[in-house]
């Protein structure tokens, strides 16, 4: 690290350096830690071996103050660091030993400083190396992974693993194996070592693999004395104590981590959530991903509780396809979904798999501290946090809507912090600006090429603009962010307060220009264009023109048009597609949790109120009722998914009651399908006996009916075209009744 740094480097220095760091090295695929005061680095090398060399590693922290560390018995060098933030003194030890040693010293005497708990990200931004360089994500050696068992909990003896899938693809083609329990599971988990071993990935893939594929395989490996030496240096897996969380959008999801020596596990159950960050898919489990995704596909398909039949029944040939099938599945939806963590590991100090677990926050530190500290420059510590003002959202309208636009500001928050020059005023030395700015030159450049370019570079130019995008929403957020160490509240809030400016001029343009405002959410609108806007030309050039009226740097974007929209409230609406498709968004409209028949009758609800036929609604609402009284639909209808833990069980005593009562062997996030009984107690939907709670699920569809309140002008209109049921209610009579009201909505 540079202790004398050049005056104004950004003037000096390209971005290429801030960006993707000061050291070149090409072919990097992995870097780990070697006894105390080593790194393997292993290397793709100009003819595509692999390759490893052994380098020398200084661990570090910034320390505010140089006395008590200079006086530690190991005698670390210590640097005096350019500039006036808090922490100013770089710490640098002989061995990883005399670090933690140290460290914990410092913790215990209340010292303060900061420091990467990782090894791997303490080199990486030592040396400005990192991974990848030089590769696109094809040259990776990807290996996806999945598992068929008799049972869900590996603690069962009769729980066996009795089929794993493999799929290997690189630039020299697939490699496809299937191997089946023969002799005994000890035998099948040692051949898969020997097949990992042979076929030397970069990356291990699958599907839920974190908390399902790896530790059911740890524990039957532990279970028979059988080690599974999967690292590159024959190390055995290891599956990581306690919970870490993976952070998709608001939400922050726990999963077991789990290490493989010098390769990276990449779970696309977690990746396609990232992916579906607008939240157009129903679920995330494989099939029904897949389902959404690609509808056209073909695959054979066993329902998971058939599993054990079929291999009672020796259908191995099924079982070989229907487990084949699954891995590759895993390989579509990783050349999907990954590519955007792949390229930023490219830019970023972190290894694959962190980069694909870690928050945004963390990566705009990795980039700052890479920074500062390669210009020899002393880091601030991270301001208390503080609230601030956040987006403009504004519901103007409930009703149906056709057509409807969407525009968007582009990137609202970088694109202000680059157009009104706001950044942290930590950020003394001008860094964060220079790189969001590139990433954004970076990025328009790569989106061009995406468009242009023929498969299969398209896909790598996807890739890297998914990237940067990801990246430059992150800037923003990183200045509100509390373990930000370059965070400003103040900052953020100026960005915040003008893009509210900035939306809030779109909706009086529109309005001016006759359009219809409906709904405004932080970045963009949707509205009912004017009537002599008609084509998709005609639509672009429409908003072109109300983007002249935005800020110099600000620019508005057609975001999709669609035949119809149902607006309820705030962010809780149906869009229609024009080819007929639908999307439901919104906690109301589109919970997980809802029961498939309830997700229905929304789903057509919904239809028929945008094609204002009340009829239909009225129909199907009568319709789901009449089913439910007579208990012709199917359980699965009416079932929910609930995931066993302990606060489940803790606030939830009638599913505690089933655990008991069921002698279920509770497995830590196994997911259980359950029902309500007519005596108010829930139960499996493998102990149904035609005695669901009919009274209940009557209220549920009152429940969900309440979603469309909204659109009528008052309680009695609402109460007449949805009225309650019980279970004595004749239906019949509710029907004509209702039917000879001329009921409004739509007030």
Known sequence: MNTSPPHDFIKDTLTDTLLYGADATPGIVAVEPVGTDRMSVFRRNVDGKREFVEDIFRPWLVAERAAPWSAH????????????????????????????????????????????????????????????????????????????????????????????AIRLADQGGVVEEHLILETTEADLLRHLSDVIHNLDPDVIEGHNIFNFDLPFLAERATRFGVPLPWGRDSSALKIGEGKQRFKVGALVLPFTPAYVFGRHIIDTYQQVQRYDIAGRLSSYALKKVMHELYPDQTRTLIPGEQIRDIWAQHDLDRLRAYNLDDVRDVDTLSRLTVPTEFYQAQLLPRSFQSVATGGPGEKINDLMVRA???????????????????????????????????????????????????????????????????????????????????????????????????????????????????????????????????????????????????????????????TNVRSHGDEEAYIQRLGEALPTGIRLAHDGRFAGMLSLRLKNYALLNDDGTMLLKGSSLRSRKMEPCFRTFLSHAARGFLAEQPDVVRNAYFDLADQIRRRTLPVSEFSQWNMLNEETLSKQPRIKRLVERSNLAVHWGERVEIYEREDGELALVEEYHNDESVGYLLRRLRDVAERFRALFPNEAGFDAFFPPFTSRTDLEAAREQQAAHQLQFFD
């Open 372 to 530: 500062y500290l390669h210009q020899g420059h002393s880091i601030p510590s991270a301001k208390a946090a503080r609230s601030y003002p956040g987006g403009h959202a504004e519901l103007l309208e409930v009703g149906a809507f056709a057509p409807v636009i969407k525009c968007d500001v582009e990137s609202l928050y970088p694109s202000i912090m680059l157009a009104e020059r706001i950044s942290s005023a930590s950020d003394v030395l001008g860094a964060s600006l220079p790189m969001l700015e590139d990433l954004t030159r970076r990025r328009l450049d790569a989106k061009n090429r995406s468009r242009t370019t023929a498969r299969p570079d398209r896909a790598v130019w996807d890739g890297l603009q998914s990237s940067f995008k990801v990246l430059i929403n992150s800037f923003y957020g990183y200045l509100g962010y509390g373990g930000a160490l370059f965070n400003d509240y103040d900052a953020a809030e100026r960005v915040t307060l003008a893009g509210q400016r900035i939306v809030k001029t779109v909706v009086d343009e529109l309005r001016r220009s006759g359009a219809t405002p409906i709904e405004v959410d932080t970045d963009g609108v949707y509205f009912v264009p004017p």
């Open 73 to 164: 018995r190991s005698r670390p060098e210590i640097d005096l660091l350019d500039g006036d933030h808090r922490f100013r003194y770089l710490v640098r030890f002989s061995d990883w030993s005399a670090y933690m040693d140290a460290e914990r010293a410092g913790r215990d005497a209340g010292e303060s400083y900061f420091r990467f708990r990782s090894r791997v990200e303490q080199y990486l931004v030592a040396t400005g190396r990192t991974l990848f360089k030089g590769l696109v994500f094809d040259d990776l050696r990807r290996l996806q992974l999945d598992i068929e068992t008799l049972g869900l909990d590996p603690r069962d003896p009769s729980a066996q693993v009795i089929t794993i």
